[in-house]
């Protein structure tokens, strides 16, 4: 089946520590993006990319970091210098066609003890 | 982006239509209405989307008014599982984000036996 994976589902990392969460498509998609939700709020734009090797800084890109070596493969970074990372990630694609419709993942909650 | 405003939640009872209005008065000519649904600790799904035309599809139709400063999501016989976030976003289909979508806060749709 086609889709989007996140993993894993529930993540725990003590403070100081960096995390790296997995997007992994096989939709051959060509644009790739990384929201973050708050309880009760809004997506808020991490970081995207339209295609491979390269990528930009989305709304809170601070204390994120990307790379983007494989069309299918998206991974963030989660580094010790982002202030809140406890929140849910959540992972998206987008075929490269003009059409606005995201497949989103199926996110990880990330949880820094 | 136009700015949208959408009631926090609405309660609709199962079998019945839900109406999910959605105000844009700021939405420009070449502004898509987009509509996504998030259930509870997944990803958001997209639902359907129309410029000026209303717009129906297997999940859902819309109805935009013909000066385009509101629309309706309405899904035409609520099950328990429609109980979700909707989302209405406002954009153009291509940008310097590329395509991101802005999610607000939707509102949280809840379906009563």
């Known amino acids: ?113 | 982006d136009a700015k949208t405003t959408q009631p926090p939640s609405m309660d609709c009872a199962e079998g019945r239509a839900a109406n999910l209005p959605c105000n844009h008065s700021t939405i420009s000519g070449n502004e898509y209405v987009y509509w996504y649904r998030q259930i509870h600790s997944q990803g958001p799904q997209y639902i359907i989307h129309g410029l000026k035309n209303n717009e129906t599809n297997e999940m859902a139709s819309l109805i935009i008014t013909e000066d385009r400063k509101s629309s309706t999501l309405i899904l035409p016989h609520a099950t328990l599982r429609d109980t979700a976030v909707y989302y209405c976003i406002v954009r153009v289909p291509s940008s310097n984000s590329g395509y991101a979508l802005n999610f607000g806060k939707g509102t949280s749709l809840l379906v009563t036996p």
């Open chain 1, 1 to 113: 089946d086609g889709g989007i994976t996140q993993s894993p589902k529930y993540l725990f990392r003590k403070e100081g520590q960096n995390v790296t969460l997995s997007c992994e498509q096989n939709l051959n998609h060509d644009a790739m993006y990384w929201y973050r939700q708050d309880p009760g709020q809004g997506l808020r734009l991490i970081y995207y990319s339209q295609i491979v090797n390269d990528f930009q800084k989305g709304d809170i890109a601070e204390g994120y970091s990307v790379s983007r070596e494989k069309k299918e493969s998206f991974p963030l970074t989660v580094t010790s210098a982002q202030k809140n990372p406890t929140a849910f990630y959540l992972c998206a694609s987008r075929t490269g066609t003009g059409r606005n419709e995201q497949f989103f993942g199926p996110g990880t909650r990330l949880t820094v003890l």
